[in-house]
């Protein structure tokens, strides 16, 4: 891998991280991305300890942390009296607990942070308006074929990193051309400042200072500060058909309302006149399906296992991906063993990740006696026994590839 670069597919947070992972150990890395611009897209994320630490390995965290909050707490509340269920202690408890930060932040301040350190690394270059069209095992790696601007290109690599996402071109390369599935559920976003009238509203109703999910039956909505606490992200997942696979710009909030129904009136005015809400149907990619080619074809992030946003590590398994990865190649012998290991290791991390998130999606929109056994169990766990039941998703550090401890 010295004597090769990387060629990545995909600009995005997986890409970006996989490019300063793979710098990091003196391997050139070359970006394509298929948009012409890197545009801002999507809203809220959350950035939990085991995301935060690499971030600070590649020496990302003190960009996004300019822009990011650090919340004091995950807080769930019923969303028709809006009481306090549970609460699991963040900002200096989490960084006690779990060695790094758990920060909320815009999705475009992290890309942001990731492409100041990509473009000032001698041994990244990145291409937009690019596709990565096909790669062709060699005796010695790929000849990966590219298109930009309508030309047509070949290059030598020693590995390709598909990173473009939950509707990825890519993904046929390893696999049978399996396409993305509407999960049943969509995700309505906005974002409201947090010094507007809206946002003393909110303030009412929650602090402005906290992760929330507001839960019910027929819907969840989770909230927290952004753009360092100068506006508040609010998503609600409700049950819905697909739409096309796109963000759709200004919605209708009728089918919200109608979803919120029963909810308290001080949530159900703050939603009703916040806006507009963008709608995104959320999509699924099978995680047990190949992630991997001997030949040296691998995907990281969405591509590989796109997933509900029911435990908020979307984002955090991209980057996991993208630096165990480099860390597992860079110590191989074996190009195909390594990516075999690599695969087998992160599957069963998602998977586990993946029913954690299953989980909260059954808890938070329990009804009847099912909630009411739901609300006992929370009123029984204290904030610090909440806490170590996420020791294993927040502790997670990197596994020590050459020592084969994986």
């Known amino acids: 891998m010295q004597s090769r670069h990387v060629v990545i597919a995909g600009a995005g947070i997986a890409g970006l991280t996989a490019a300063l992972a793979f710098a990091r150990h003196g391997i050139g890395v070359r970006i394509y991305e298929r948009s012409p611009v890197l545009e801002e897209v999507g809203a809220g994320l959350q950035l939990s300890p085991n995301a935060t630490r690499i971030l600070d390995r590649l020496g990302v965290l003190d960009l996004v942390s300019a822009s990011a909050v650090r919340p004091e707490a995950v807080v ?52 937009t308006g690019a596709t990565v069209d ?47 599935r509407f999960s049943g559920e969509l995700a309505w976003r906005t974002t409201i400042p947090a010094d507007s009238e809206l946002g003393r509203q909110f303030a009412g109703v929650t602090s402005l200072t906290t992760v929330t999910t507001f839960l019910h039956p027929g819907f969840h ?20 058909t697909a739409i096309a696979e796109q963000w759709s710009g200004e919605t209708d909030a009728g089918a919200l309302k109608r979803a919120m129904h029963g909810t308290a009136p001080a949530l159900s005015r703050l939603v009703q006149e916040a806006g507009p809400w963008t709608v995104w149907p959320l999509h699924t990619v099978d995680p047990s399906r190949p992630w991997t080619s001997p030949a040296g074809i691998v995907l990281i992030g969405d591509a590989a296992h796109a997933m509900t946003p029911f435990a908020a590590q979307g984002a955090a398994m991209a980057i996991e991906d993208a630096y165990t990865l480099a860390d597992a190649i860079v110590v191989a012998s074996n190009m195909a063993e390594a990516l075999a290991q690599w695969e087998a290791a992160r599957k069963a991390r998602v998977l ?31 904030p610090a026994s909440l806490a170590a039941d996420m020791d294993w998703l927040y502790g997670w550090t990197p596994p020590d590839w050459t020592s084969g401890r994986l």
């Not at 070949?154 to 396409?179: C, F, H, I, M, T």
């Not at 989770?222 to 753009?227: K, M, S, T």
């Not at 993946?354 to 009847?368: D, I, V």
Request: hydrophobic fraction near 45%.
């Open 76 to 127: 769930l509340r019923d969303a028709a009296t809006l009481v306090e269920r549970a609460r699991v202690p963040l900002g200096t408890a989490a960084e006690r607990r779990w060695k790094s930060p758990y920060l909320v932040a815009h999705r475009a301040d992290l890309q942001s942070a990731l492409l100041a350190r990509v473009t000032e690394n001698p041994l990244i270059e990145i291409a």
């Open 134 to 180: 096909a790669a062709v095992p060699q005796a010695d790696g790929l000849t990966v074929s590219v298109t930009q601007g309508g030309i047509g290109s070949y290059e030598q690599a020693g590995l390709l990193v598909a990173a473009d996402g939950v509707w990825s071109a890519s993904r046929r390369l390893v696999g049978p051309n399996e396409k993305s």
């Open 221 to 240: 909505l989770v909230a927290y500060p952004i753009r360092a606490g100068h506006a508040v992200n609010l998503v609600a997942f409700t049950p819905g």
């Open 352 to 382: 586990k990740v993946t029913r954690r998130g299953a989980l909260n999606h059954f808890a938070w929109h329990a009804a009847g006696p099912v909630a009411l056994a739901r609300n006992l169990f929370l009123r029984l766990k204290s």
